[in-house]
């Protein structure tokens, strides 16, 4: 558990936050300026507030009151920024390495070589930062950050500089990562889709200050379509790659198999699929006759309704967010609860190596 109350000033700016954040992922979404990375670096101990507290399992890091301000080498956390920051004469073993030295013996839970291997990096440890994909960096960067076995994993912007291919990979990385080391993570984005991807709780910050904090799809569907910051929103997904036949492959999602573009892989393979909640068409009643291959029934669980956006969640198995018109909205006289149907093309999915 992470808890703060953080006080900060600065020229043009300022920082008033307080609550907690729980063992699992939680994003710090909001928009350009509204101090998501001076929180991080607040916890992080490379900014010292000026009045307040930071804890961590009832750990003081920082306390005013007290005079408490233990030193950032010695929070144990980690710390992940958008563009990898990796030393650049270092290989891509010596960078993870390098975080792995830094602490002892007693408090190392990973090697090296292992945390390599489940990052898929195997092939690489002999080569610079230079020589290999922004994806790729990305994956060091982490690997090094768990090198130091860390309380907490911070993750400012981490994707902002990644293509939609690698955007995907990278959230399945950091999934795999919380599930499999149970590693606590705050995750800084001002992108919804990731934010609804991978976390569990979500905190909106505006201009210094917590304006909510709820289940991700509840508060940034709601409170940033009201804010006028919103982006696209893709439905990204984890995957197996199933059967193909002919121009089609199908993926599993969940409980659900997806009819995709022809894929040149094989069946079990694993996967990221992207949709587009504007790609799906919403029926109230079972359409026939058309070209579309997905087809799948499901119930409404959620609607959200601003500024003439309307975002509907359904359930067929798995979740999926579709974007309506208001008018289309009524039209259909849908709400929580109704059974629905999702509509989409196979060549509306993308799907990407995970």
């Not at 959200?304 to 309506?324: N, R």
Request: net charge negative.
């Amino acid at each position: 558990m992470i808890t703060f109350d953080i006080q900060l000033s600065c020229p043009g700016f300022s920082l008033d936050v307080a609550g907690e954040f729980g063992d699992g992922i939680t994003a710090v979404f909001g928009p350009s300026g509204a101090g998501k990375s001076t929180l991080l670096n607040c916890i992080a101990g490379s900014i010292r507030p000026d009045s307040g507290s930071t804890a961590i399992d009832d750990d003081p890091l920082f306390a005013s009151d007290r005079q408490v301000w233990v030193a950032p080498e010695r929070r144990r956390i980690g710390t992940v920024y958008q563009d990898g920051v990796l030393f650049p004469h270092l290989s891509v073993f010596g960078n993870i390495e390098f975080g792995w030295e830094l602490i002892s013996e007693s408090d190392r839970r990973f090697d090296p070589f292992e945390l390599a291997e489940f990052f898929g990096l195997g092939e690489l440890l002999d080569r610079k930062p230079s020589e290999i994909s922004g994806g790729e960096r990305q994956r060091v960067a982490i690997a090094r950050a768990l090198a130091t076995s860390p309380r907490l994993l911070l993750l400012d912007e981490p994707l902002g500089s990644l293509d939609a291919a690698r955007r995907g990979s990278i959230l399945n990385y950091l999934k795999r990562v919380h599930t499999e080391f149970e590693i606590p993570m705050i995750y800084v984005s001002h992108s919804i889709s990731e934010v609804v991807s991978i976390a569990s709780k979500a905190m909106l910050l505006r201009e210094g200050k917590v304006e909510s904090f709820d289940r991700p799809s509840a508060l940034l569907l709601g409170a940033a379509v009201a804010g006028g910051d919103i982006d696209a929103f893709e439905n990204i997904l984890d995957g197996v790659i199933g059967e193909s036949t002919g121009q089609l492959t199908t993926v599993r999602v969940g409980d659900v198999d997806i009819s995709t573009r022809h894929q040149n892989k094989k069946p079990g393979d694993r996967v990221v699929v992207s949709l587009g909640a504007n790609q799906i068409i919403l029926g109230a009643t079972q359409p026939e006759n058309l070209s579309a291959r997905n087809i799948f029934k499901g119930r409404v669980s959620e609607v959200w309704s601003s500024h003439e956006m309307i975002f509907v969640e359904v359930d067929i198995g798995q979740k999926f967010i579709v974007e309506l018109t208001e008018n289309a909205l009524n039209e259909l006289g849908i709400s929580v609860g109704n059974d629905v149907f999702l509509v989409f093309k196979s060549s509306s999915v993308d799907v990407f190596d995970a």
